[in-house]
Nanobody, 123 residues
């Protein structure tokens, strides 16, 4: 699976952005998918994920109620709708995929990564 994330940008606190991730490869529909982020000087952290079946989602506590992960298997697309953005959401956001059987929240569990898209939230 090859991944390309896009849709980042500069937004004011309280605003919204939708990130997209285009995937190539015929295993997308059966892959577990996730979003991670990495702020300057910090480790990459989990944001949101889909189970391989697409029936289960999970979110980091810091984004619950504000971010929504979705996928369109027909278009091989993964999305992250981000609302009520805060300055602490500023980071490079990555989409990732794995071929495991269950939802994963650890970066090391993912096999494929996109190049990242930058999100900057100003106060």
């Amino acid at each position: 699976v090859q991944l390309q994330a896009f849709g980042g940008g500069l937004v004011q606190a309280g605003g919204s952005l939708r990130l997209s991730c285009a995937a190539s490869g015929r295993t997308f529909s059966s892959s577990g998918m996730g979003w991670f982020r990495q702020a300057p000087g910090k480790e990459r952290e989990f944001v949101a994920a889909f189970s391989p079946s697409g029936g289960t989602t999970d979110y980091a506590d810091s984004v619950k109620g504000r971010f929504t992960i979705s996928r369109d298997n027909a278009k091989n697309m993964l999305y992250l709708q981000m609302n009520s953005l805060k300055p602490e959401d500023t980071a490079v956001y990555y989409c990732a995929a794995h071929t495991g059987a269950v939802i994963r929240k650890v970066a090391a569990g993912y096999d494929y990564w996109g190049q990242g898209t930058v999100v900057t939230v100003s106060s």
